[in-house]
């Protein structure tokens, strides 16, 4: 497992919901939330960018935004960002580079079959660019705050 904790965080541009296209770099000098989820629109992967939504203006307030990452296609994420009223651009990392440069395109295992996945994970980033703190093999159920602890330490 990769641990990029202290190093500087792998910068992208990639498309995201919303018709934009959205560079880490664009962030320079406020810390950054980036969440990666397996599927956009499941269960769990709705749930937790719901949770991020709603504790988006705690997020804000404690200076620090948020960005969502999955495989799925652009089409895919505004329809799930439209559908939830998500709050956050949800990037599109078709090809897999992000997900490959942060470590979390991973083998996974369900109903007996092994297959290739993003495994939930975010990062903190510090307003220098450098991973602050990881969750790697994320369980919904209080993420959401202890990211939020997290980011109101900083």
Excluded: N
């Amino acid at each position: 497992m990769t641990d990029l904790t202290g190093q500087a965080a792998p910068d992208f541009s990639l498309p995201a919901s919303g018709g934009q296209t959205v560079s880490l770099a664009d962030y320079a000098g406020k810390p950054v939330v980036l969440f990666f989820y397996p599927k956009a629109d499941t269960s769990g992967c709705t749930k937790e960018a719901v949770g991020f939504t709603e504790a988006k203006a705690e997020f804000e307030a404690a200076g620090a935004a948020l960005i969502g990452i999955s495989k799925d296609p652009v089409k895919k994420q505004d329809k799930f960002a439209d559908k939830h009223s998500l709050g956050m651009p949800l990037m599109s990392d078709e090809e897999g580079d992000v997900s490959e440069r942060y470590g979390v395109w991973k083998e996974k295992q369900m109903y007996g079959k092994t297959y290739m996945g993003i495994e939930r994970s975010t990062f903190l980033i510090g307003p220098d660019g450098k991973v602050l703190q990881e969750w790697r093999k994320v369980k919904v159920p209080g993420h959401v705050e202890d990211v939020l602890t997290a980011v109101k330490g900083l």
